[in-house]
């Protein structure tokens, strides 16, 4: 079954600092969605980029979708102690989309 | 608020009983997906539901665990004898009427705890 991986797995960065979290998946997909999870607390949505697109903004996020290497890459930019949460990246693939395949998640700290 | 509600937040069971989790969908969605998590793992999706219809339990156990979202109320997602490992996160989320490209909207969970 597919997996998504998320890399890296905690990422801890100053303030101001732009944050890189990447995600790759094994099969066809019919999208990619980012969501944030604080702790505790159920997922967020934060951007959902089809497998048609290559690049999405929202923000202070930015998207990217590289379907020939299965590969997808999430930006924030001039993070904020606010941002500290987990990132996880899903995937509905082509038959089935309703259903989500979920990365590992990327731990993301921002520090004052 | 809209959102997806999940009750009870926190739930404790013992060994043997069971537990039943509750899901509100956001107003007007009749889509509604049940996952599981474990500690620093992501989600793993458990069963997709539409009005008074399965759609998919592929991610569900075979046996202790239905789900239901009848025509009037919550969806439910049943999990009978209940052992040490039922012992998670358990997410509910609703996406809208068309489903396909849609983001799906996560309740806060509840936290099963076996004891």
């Known amino acids: 079954s597919q997996q998504g991986e998320e890399d890296p797995q905690a990422l801890s960065i100053q303030e101001g600092e732009n944050a890189t979290m990447n995600c790759s998946y094994k099969t066809s997909i019919n999208n990619l969605q980012w969501y944030r999870q604080n702790s505790g607390r159920g997922l967020v949505h934060l951007i959902l980029?089809?497998?048609?697109?290559r690049e999405k903004h929202s923000g202070r996020l930015r998207v990217t979708l590289d379907t020939s290497k299965k590969s997808s890459s999430l930006l924030i930019t001039a993070s904020r102690a606010a941002d500290t949460a987990s990132y996880f990246c899903a995937t509905a693939v082509l038959q089935g989309a309703q259903k989500l395949v979920f990365g590992q998640g990327t731990r993301l700290t921002i520090n004052p | 608020n809209a959102g997806v509600m999940q009750n009870p937040r926190h739930l404790v069971r013992r060994r043997g009983q069971e537990a039943r989790l509750r899901c509100s969908p956001v107003?007007?969605?009749?889509?509604v997906y049940w996952y599981r998590q474990l500690p620093e793992e992501g989600l793993k999706f458990m069963v997709y539901l539409q009005k008074e219809n399965i759609i998919d339990e592929s991610g569900m156990p075979k046996e202790r665990f239905s789900a239901e979202f009848p025509k009037e109320g919550p969806s439910i997602l049943r999990i009978q004898q209940v052992v040490r490992g039922d012992s998670a996160a358990y997410f509910c989320?609703?996406?809208?009427?068309?489903?396909?490209?849609?983001?799906?909207?996560f309740g806060d969970g509840t936290r099963l705890s076996i004891l």
């Open positions: 107003k007007g969605h009749s889509h």
């Open positions: 980029i089809r497998s048609n697109e």
């Open positions: 989320a609703s996406s809208a009427e068309t489903g396909n490209n849609q983001p799906q909207h």
